[in-house]
């Protein structure tokens, strides 16, 4: 696709349950990024893949969020036993590179927990 | 833990004016600084990189970047309401190598 992908756009979702957010990067970037951004907040870093491979999951916030990448393409974030906290917009990202600097964003998905 | 420091504004301008954004970094080593720019309900976009110490202009966009002081601005000359955005600085410090955000300077340009 001519830019990063993301869906779904908005997920309202009750406490407790799992949510599923996808990313379909710009076809041929290798690295591709998450990123959390609450209102009025900054971008908090989660996890980046280089390839399929995600070198580090430190970044993730608790034990409940997971990613994986597959095909060096689409990526999923998979939060389970949501919670309020959780609330925020995923934001994915993908480069052509590591360390390149130039990061291109999907247009995020706005999660709500009730 | 690296960070970043910006105000977060509100900055307002009037249009015709030169908007001054700065922002301070807490790690010495890193070499590439950028400026992204936000607006509002939308995904950043980059704007501006620079690796060197100085200036660096392109169009009405110039960032300046002082290592020594860990310190890194953008002007932007002849403000437009447009330009009305956040405007986040980002530099390469996080433990994967990733790119840490600031939490952006609010920019809001008066016609």
């Known amino acids: 696709g001519a830019g990063v992908s993301q869906s779904p756009s908005n997920k309202v979702t009750e406490k407790g349950k799992d949510v599923e957010l996808r990313c379909d990067p710009i076809s041929g970037h290798t690295a591709l990024y998450w990123y959390r951004q609450r209102l009025g907040q900054g971008l908090e870093f989660l996890i980046y893949f280089q390839g399929n491979s995600a070198p580090d999951k430190s970044g993730l916030p608790s034990d409940r969020f997971s990613a994986e990448r597959t095909g060096e393409s689409v990526s999923t974030l998979t939060i389970q036993r949501t919670q309020q906290e959780d609330s925020a917009v995923y934001l994915c990202?993908?480069?052509?590179?590591?360390?390149?600097?130039?990061?291109?964003f999907g247009e995020g998905s706005r999660l709500t927990v009730l | 833990q690296k960070e970043v420091e910006q105000n977060s504004g509100p900055l307002s301008v009037p249009e015709g004016a030169i908007a001054s954004l700065n922002c301070t970094y807490s790690d010495r080593v890193s070499q590439s600084f950028f400026w992204y720019r936000q607006y509002s309900g939308k995904s950043p976009e980059l704007i501006m990189s620079i690796y060197s110490n100085g200036d660096k202009e392109d169009g009405r966009f110039t960032a300046q970047l002082n290592k020594a002081s860990q310190y890194v601005s953008l002007l932007i000359r002849d403000s437009q309401p447009s330009d009305s955005a956040t405007y986040l600085c980002a530099f390469y410090g996080g433990s994967q190598g990733n790119l840490i955000f600031g939490k952006g300077t609010k920019l809001s340009v008066k016609p």
């Open positions: 990202a993908s480069s052509s590179g590591h360390l390149t600097g130039e990061l291109f």
